[in-house]
C-alpha cells in the first residue's frame, strides 16, 4: 500500500528533523578523535575514521546562514586534513547559495515507513540462522563486513563503548554460530532509524538480510528513553533499496553528499 503523499511528506520532515541529532549520536563515544560541533542549525560530525564521510556536517532540511555554513566548512577542513569531508543536503538543496561551490561526490535514498507498520514486520529467520540482540563487539565488526570489507574501518566506526549508548541497538545474525551480518537502530529527534544493515558475501540470497531488516526496524519502532518514535526511516543504497521497498519502506527523499571540487 502506497502512503498519501502527505504522509509521505511527514516521513521526509522527520527524517530531515532527525539527521543533524543522528550524525551527533555517530560521534559520540570514550575517544578524543570522534567529536561534534554546533554552527547554528549545522551539525558537524567527526566519527574518527579515514574516510570522507568520517568528517561530515549537515543541516537537515534547514538552510543555514552564510556565517553559520562558512564556519562550519572551517571545521571541516581542519578536521578532515587529507582524508576529505562532506556536507550532506537534500536533493532539494543541491546548487543553494548556502553550498553552491560544492560539487556532488554521492548521493542515496531516503526511506521511511511508520513506526507501527515497522514494529508489526514479521522476522522470518533462515534455516541454521540465530539473530542475536546483545552480541559481542567483535561480533557486530565481523558482521559490518556485509558491506564493509576494511575490518580496521569497522572496528574504528562501531567501538566497544557503543554497546552501552542509550540510543542504539545492534543485532547479529550467526549461521551455524558464525557472525554473517549485522543490523543497527538508532533513535534521534522522535525518530526510529535503522542502518549499517549488511550480510557476508557468501551467505547471501537466503534471507538473512531481510530478517536483518525486519528486527531492527522492529527494535527502532520501540524507542528509546520513553520515548516512541512516529516514522523508522533509513539511507537505502541501490543495491538494498528494492528489498526495503518490498518491506513497505517508501522513499520520501534523496540524500546529497557534497566536496569541494
Known amino acids: 500500500m502506497t502512503a498519501a503523499p502527505s504522509t509521505v511528506a511527514a516521513w521526509r520532515e522527520r527524517a530531515w528533523e ?38 561530515q556536517i549537515t543541516s537537515g532540511d534547514a538552510v543555514p546562514g552564510a556565517e553559520d555554513a562558512t564556519a562550519a ?10 582524508s576529505g569531508w562532506r556536507v550532506s543536503v537534500p536533493e532539494r538543496l543541491v546548487g543553494s547559495g548556502t553550498w553552491s561551490d560544492l560539487v556532488e561526490c554521492d548521493r542515496t535514498g531516503v526511506y521511511a515507513t511508520a513506526a ?23 561480533e557486530i565488526v565481523a558482521g559490518y563486513g556485509g558491506w564493509m570489507a576494511d575490518r580496521s574501518l569497522a572496528e574504528l566506526l562501531v567501538r566497544p563503548d557503543d554497546l552501552a549508548h542509550p540510543d542504539r541497538r545492534f543485532v547479529v545474525a550467526r549461521l551455524d554460530g558464525r557472525p554473517v551480518g549485522c543490523a543497527f537502530a538508532w533513535w534521534a529527534a522522535g525518530t526510529g532509524y535503522v542502518s549499517g544493515i549488511g550480510v557476508l558475501a557468501d551467505v547471501r540470497g537466503r534471507g538473512i538480510g531481510r530478517a536483518l531488516t525486519a528486527a531492527a526496524a522492529r527494535i527502532a519502532a520501540l524507542g ?38
Open 73 to 82: 566548512l572551517e571545521w571541516c577542513r581542519d578536521r578532515g586534513g587529507t
Open 224 to 261: 528509546s528513553r520513553g520515548e516512541v518514535p512516529d516514522v523508522v526511516w533509513m539511507h537505502a543504497t541501490t543495491e538494498g533499496a528494492a528489498l526495503y521497498e518490498r518491506m513497505g519502506f517508501e522513499r520520501v527523499d534523496t540524500e546529497v553528499l557534497l566536496g569541494e571540487a
Open 18 to 55: 532527525a539527521h543533524p541529532e543522528l550524525l551527533a549520536l555517530g560521534a559520540t563515544g570514550g575517544t578524543l578523535r570522534r567529536a561534534t560541533r554546533r554552527f547554528g542549525p549545522v551539525v558537524g560530525a567527526d566519527l574518527g575514521v579515514p574516510h570522507p564521510w568520517g568528517v
Open 116 to 138: 507501527g507498520s515497522a514494529a508489526a514486520l514479521p522476522v522470518e529467520v533462515p534455516p541454521r540462522v540465530d539473530l542475536v540482540e546483545d552480541p559481542l563487539h567483535a
